[in-house]
Every structure is written in C-alpha cells, then in structure tokens.
C-alpha cells in the first residue's frame, strides 16, 4: 500500500492511500507566471520504504504526458529549531537543531551528514519555499 498527500504551490490539490495511478486537477488560480512548485509527502508501507522499484522511479507528468517530473529528489531540508533535540521520556531523537541542516539523500540517505555549510544556495531556496507555504 502506497499513498500520497499532493500540494500545488503550497496548496493541497489531491490525496490518496492505495497503489495506483493518481490524478489530481490543478485550478487556474493557483498558477504562477514563473516558477511553480509540486510538493508531494509520499507514503510506503513496504517492508524496504521505497516507492517503485530501481527501474521506475515514481513520477508526475502531466495530463498530455507531454511533460514527466521524477519524484526522486535529491535533498531534505529541515528548518532550524530551539525545541529540544531529544525527548525526555523515551529518549528519541527529535531531528531538531538549532541551525539549518540540509542532506541528499542520494548520497546519504540514512541523513548522517549535514551539508547545509556546504550548499548554502539550496539551504537558501528551501528555506524561503518552506516559510512561502507556511506564511498562506
């Protein structure tokens, strides 16, 4: 079982739990002259935690399949945070930290290695993406 929650410049325009072919319509209103932005928070409930397999990656594309974009993206941005690093009680890690921590994930996907000092223009343009979204 897979599913997706699916945003269109920060707005969700679809949802599913199942395996399948999805398709969701995007509203005019919410297109930008320039640059627009697809987030889409997958979900995999099997036992490897991927989505596809090695030879077909998931993907959007559009109506027409005149246009394909992978959904294999390369980084994980997390914002800075004063909230603590661990919890008390069951002594988990939080993920949080007080400075940016970017990793890509197609070189580190067990997210051991921050590289936010390293790419500070990625660190950049997802943190004004994500306070864009957050600001709706």
Not at 30 to 42: D, E, H, P, Y
Not at 44 to 47: N, Q, R
Not at 102 to 108: M, P
Not at 129 to 135: A, G, I, Q
């Given at each position: 079982?897979?599913?997706?929650?699916?945003y269109f410049?920060?707005?969700e325009?679809?949802?599913?739990r199942w395996?399948?072919?999805?398709?969701?319509?995007?509203p005019?209103k919410?297109?930008?002259?320039?640059?627009?932005?697809?987030?889409?928070?997958?979900l995999?409930?099997?036992?490897n935690?991927?989505?596809?397999?090695?030879a077909?990656?998931p993907?959007?594309?559009?109506?027409?399949?005149?246009?394909?974009?992978?959904?294999?993206?390369?980084?994980?941005?997390?914002?800075?945070?004063?909230?603590?690093?661990?919890e008390?009680w069951t002594?988990?890690e939080?993920?949080n930290d007080?400075?940016?921590q970017?990793?890509?994930?197609?070189?580190?996907p067990?997210?051991?290695?921050?590289?936010?000092?390293?790419?500070?223009?990625?660190?950049?343009e997802?943190?004004e993406?994500?306070?864009?979204?957050?600001?709706r």
């Open positions: 079982m897979t599913g997706d929650v699916t410049n920060g707005v325009v679809g949802r599913e395996d399948g072919v999805r398709s969701y319509r995007v005019a919410l297109l930008r002259k320039g640059k627009n932005v697809i987030a889409v928070r997958l995999s409930e099997w036992g935690g991927r989505l596809g397999d090695e077909s990656d993907y959007l594309h559009s109506a027409d399949n005149q246009v394909r974009i992978s959904l294999k993206g390369q980084w994980k941005y997390i914002e800075p945070s004063d909230a603590p690093a661990i008390y002594k988990m939080l993920g007080r400075h940016p970017l990793y890509d994930l197609s070189a580190d067990s997210e051991k290695n921050n590289v936010a000092k390293q790419h500070p223009e990625v660190v950049r997802l943190s993406l994500l306070e864009s979204v957050k600001t």
